[in-house]
């Protein structure tokens, strides 16, 4: 048969009585019908073909459009992340307007989840809307437009949490299923689609609403939203832990590109955004009891973050299924903003700020570490942690504690003085250890008067954490680590082996910036390499799957033990005007292993991840491009 009669019957087929076949001359005003057309190909996906060229065998050209073929030629359609649990899905489609879907019912607890879940509601229709091109944007309906189904969704939720906790249940069922009004059917003039959310949790319905934007998509061909008719999806996550790690100290972000960041994370899922939100270079966190430490700290009043914007970001994150959750690294990786001691009578808070040759006491210009053994610092901190629980209320701290350097501390007498006090004359390695202790101890101190209770607390990889150090130092039922080594690192197997929760962000895969801010130039020379090149690309970072470290340690993999993982995208290289190429789509990567922690490889994906970088184009978010849009067009077809 000939391609162009089967395009038509194909349109027909979708119209079904429902879209009309005059959508096809609603295309792009003055344009003119395509020769093209794509087939369901068996072992490739959607293939670009004539429209006028014989059938091939294999080839099922059913939903002949670009869209309407990428919806319906595989299994799972092109949901990102892939649901985990059960997925099955109509090979059919209808045409739809968006504004007729509606919410029908919300069935909820209490009314702050019945109002975050219209809110998600209309993220959705806004991000449906974002997906229409300008050019189709507020065309007028016609008579048959009329017919298009009515989609009525309900929405049921089960408990009355509003924040999202480690704890939360983020899965959700998923049901839509399409009634064609026929002429039999005079009672009901109009086809519905009947859309039916069940989850324990806010967030695992607000997940479902994002499936949902998912199995519906803009063709161009046909100028017409289309949707999957039927659909059952069941879904839950591998790892509760599923996040991003943004540096806003080297280099700030504004908070509209932070939102951006936050959208795109809650098209893929991902839960945590890990803000870094301090460190030496600048100190853009307002502090309300501390001032002072943006006030010296920041780059420029502009480059902050003052409470009420951080306010507005953490509701907006709650909605979007993100919660935040604040880093202040200490001891080290401190130094502007904490200038004002001595002049205020408080003595030096920070050590070696700025201080040369760099390369003896940081990794990184500029240096500075806290005075741990000037008593004014605890005060100082716990108002920096009375402010960030008040503004975050996450259910985790992180507490940073990377790369400290002894060099500072062993030439400051204030600092050898008090270790001789101590009867710790030898300004030893464990000297220092025991000094970085007595610090991490005071400071949890602070922490957890802050927060009134003892919530877990999360620390990077470290000197502490080394061999024979984390059991010695640190309480395993308080600390989680986050792994920042390479993911083949001894120090991996110790940690589990000893019982600490573990959150994997190892820079061989995971550091978007070091992880994902690798592979550009030095930034500290002219070596054509940083430290951490080279580039990573998609497929490595869909690759390391956390549960496989485990197992190649020779260790069962216990679900409890590996929350999950982060990228992390330090900022040395990056700054609000081009960090979501960056970290998009390699975040997606990303989320569909934490998400789905698939079995299958990266080839298995790629159509699909073509496909939702598309998505993230079309939804406004600047993701970087993998391949030329050929591929897209021809699934299957770009291997080597
Ligand atoms: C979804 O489940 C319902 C109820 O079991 C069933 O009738 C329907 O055919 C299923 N739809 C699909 C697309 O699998
Ligand atoms: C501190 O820096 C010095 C000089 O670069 C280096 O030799 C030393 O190993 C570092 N110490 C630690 C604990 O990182
Ligand atoms: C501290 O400095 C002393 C004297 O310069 C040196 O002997 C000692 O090894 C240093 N300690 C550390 C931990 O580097
Ligand atoms: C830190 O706290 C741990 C656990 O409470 C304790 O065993 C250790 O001695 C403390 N270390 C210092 C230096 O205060
Ligand atoms: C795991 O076990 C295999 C087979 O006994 C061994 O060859 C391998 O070296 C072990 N790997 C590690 C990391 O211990």
């Known amino acids: 048969m000939d391609r162009k009669f089967l395009f038509f019957i194909g349109l027909l087929f979708i119209a079904d ?3 009309a076949r005059e959508a096809v001359g609603q295309r792009q005003p003055g344009s003119q019908e395509s020769p093209w057309a794509w087939a369901c190909r068996t072992g490739r996906g959607c293939v670009k073909v004539a429209k006028d060229s ?37 090979k059919t489609l209808v045409a739809f307007h968006p504004t007729d879907i509606r919410i029908s019912r919300i069935s909820a607890p209490n009314s702050e989840v019945k109002s ?63 009634i064609f009004a026929t002429a039999a059917t005079p009672a009901a003039p109009r086809s519905t689609t009947s859309v039916s959310i069940t989850a324990m949790s806010f967030f695992g319905a607000r997940h479902a609403i994002e499936t949902l934007s998912q199995i519906m998509a803009w063709d161009d061909t046909l100028g017409s939203m289309l949707m999957l008719t039927d659909a059952n999806i069941s879904d839950s996550p591998a790892f509760v832990h599923r996040g991003l790690l943004i540096d806003t100290s080297r280099n700030y972000v504004s908070v509209p590109v932070i939102k951006k960041i936050i959208d795109a994370m809650s098209y893929d899922k991902l839960n945590v955004f890990h803000w870094h939100l301090t460190d030496t270079h600048s100190f853009p966190f307002v502090s309300t009891r501390e001032p ?28 979007r299924g993100v919660k935040i959750v604040p880093e202040f690294d200490a001891p080290a990786h401190v130094g502007s903003g904490w ?56 259910d985790i701290f992180h507490m940073g504690g990377d790369e400290v350097n002894f060099s500072c501390w062993n030439e400051t007498t204030e600092i050898t003085n008090w270790l001789k006090a101590r009867g710790r004359k030898d300004n030893s390695k464990e000297d220092f250890l025991y000094l970085w202790t007595h610090f991490q101890n005071r400071s949890l101190e602070e922490v957890d008067k802050a927060y009134g209770n003892k919530q877990p607390i999360v620390l990077w990889t470290s000197g502490l954490t080394e061999e024979g150090h984390a059991d010695k130092y640190l309480d395993k ?164």
């Open 292 to 319: 002072r430490l943006a006030l010296y700290g920041a780059y420029s009043p502009a480059k902050v973050y003052r409470p009420e914007d951080i306010k507005e970001l953490v509701h907006y994150a709650t909605v």
């Open 116 to 178: 975050l879940t219209n809110e998600a509601f209309l993220i959705f229709r806004n991000v449906i809307r974002k997906g229409i091109p300008e050019a189709f944007r507020g065309r007028k309906q016609t008579a048959r437009d009329q017919q298009r189904p009515q989609i009525e969704v309900q929405v049921s939720i089960v408990s009355g949490e509003t924040r999202l906790e480690m704890t939360t249940e983020e899965s959700y069922n998923l049901h839509v299923k399409t």
């Open 477 to 640: 039922e308080r600390y989680i680590i986050q792994i920042w080594t390479t993911g083949t690192d001894q120090s991996i197997a110790q940690l589990y082996r000893q019982g600490f929760k573990l959150i994997m962000s190892n820079y061989d895969a995971w550091y978007v910036g070091k992880y994902f801010d690798c592979g550009y130039g030095q930034w500290v020379g002219e070596g054509p390499n940083n430290w951490c090149s080279p580039y990573i690309g998609w497929q490595k970072v869909y690759e390391n799957s956390p549960r496989k470290l485990i197992v190649n340690f020779n260790e069962t993999f216990n679900q409890k033990q590996i929350l999950g993982g982060e990228a992390a995208i330090w900022s040395e290289q990056v700054d609000g005007t081009t960090i979501e190429g960056k970290l998009w789509p390699r975040s997606s990567a990303l989320a569909e292993r934490l998400w789905t922690d698939p079995d299958t490889n990266w080839r298995v994906a790629e159509h699909r991840m073509n496909h939702h970088r598309e998505r993230l184009v079309q939804r406004g978010i600047q993701a970087d491009a993998l391949q030329p849009e050929w591929c897209h067009h021809n699934d299957g077809y770009c291997f080597l």
């Open 339 to 394: 200038e004002w001691g001595e002049r205020a009578g408080m003595g030096q808070l920070a050590l070696c700020v700025n201080k040369e040759p760099w390369p003896t006491y940081c990794v990184e210009p500029p240096c500075g570490i806290l005075n741990p053994v000037n008593d004014n610092i605890y005060s100082v901190l716990s108002n920096i942690y009375q402010d960030m629980n008040d503004l975050f209320k996450s």
């Open 54 to 90: 014989p059938v091939e065998q294999g080839d099922d050209m059913s939903n002949p459009t670009l869209s309407g073929c990428k919806l319906t030629c595989n299994t799972e359609s092109v949901l990102w992340p892939k649901p985990r649990d059960a997925i099955s899905l109509s």
């Open 17 to 19: 009585g429902v879209i």
